[in-house]
């Protein structure tokens, strides 16, 4: 019951919106967190809303990084808890109980224990393993709890920018690894930033992250599924712009 929680924020020039989201943090009645920041070199007076709270503050750094990745693997470095979560400057745990409520589901047999995020537009982002892993990620990281086991002798890859995280969402599914699923929204996601820049990398992304666990064949089919359903996706994104 009483397991450790590192939460691993990787943040940048979030001097507007971080402020919210450490106090999400700092809020919860579960108590027994390692809160960890790790800032790319912020100039925005981002480090100055940290220093107010450090004393709650396990570990936070302020230095030149090559992303988030990057970021989220010296968290992970820095980490002692039993499971992890990471959190974006611009998303926040929901309510105070969040963290009390999930624990009661974490179990060693278990190397994910996830729920749902909830958008700016109050759409709830439902979080799952299933076929659909095989074309995209299907598991938002603001709603997922991963056992530190899975980071003995892994971390991110810090070549991707965007889509680094479905590399192991892909590896635990192919592996059949035992995960929890639980009804509960974990946080708020913002999705500012996205483009269509943005877009067309993580699709380029997704392809070279599946390319390197699935069969050449296998992978040149879903390429094209997922093409598809990314092409639809991009035309109701820009109608609604």
């Known amino acids: 019951m009483n397991n450790k929680i590192s939460i691993i924020s990787p ?3 979030c001097a507007n919106n971080i402020e919210k989201s450490i106090q999400s943090v700092l809020n919860q009645t579960y108590k027994n967190i390692e809160y960890i920041i790790i800032d790319g070199g912020s100039t925005d007076g981002t ?3 940290i220093k107010k709270y450090e004393t709650y503050i396990a570990y936070w750094c302020s230095e ?3 992303g988030i990745y990057d970021a989220m693997n010296k968290g992970i470095s820095k980490s002692s808890g039993d499971w992890l979560y990471f959190l974006g400057s611009d ?3 929901i ?11 974490f179990n060693t047999e278990f190397k994910v224990v996830f729920g749902d995020v909830i958008l700016p537009n109050k759409t709830v982002i439902k979080s799952k393993f299933s076929l659909n892993t095989l074309l995209n ?3 938002c990281h603001q709603g997922a709890f991963y056992s530190k086991e899975l980071f003995i002798n892994w971390r991110y890859n810090i070549k991707f920018k965007i889509m680094g995280d479905y590399e192991l969402n892909l590896i635990i599914y192919l592996k059949k690894l035992k995960v929890k699923r639980v009804n ?3 946080a708020f996601y913002s999705t500012n930033g996205i483009s269509s820049k943005l877009l067309n990398e993580g699709f380029m992304e997704t392809n070279k992250i599946r390319s390197k666990h699935i069969n050449w064949l296998i992978n040149f089919l879903l390429k094209v599924t997922y093409w ?3 092409e639809l996706f991009k035309l109701k994104h820009k109608a609604i712009q």
């Open 137 to 139: 990620n299907t598991i």
């Open 95 to 105: 309510n105070s109980q969040v963290l009390y409520n999930i624990s009661n589901y």
């Open 11 to 13: 943040i940048f020039n």
């Open 91 to 93: 998303d926040y745990l």
């Open 64 to 66: 030149k990084d090559t």
């Open 47 to 49: 480090t100055e809303i």
């Open 184 to 186: 509960m929204i974990i």
């Open 228 to 230: 598809t359903k990314f």
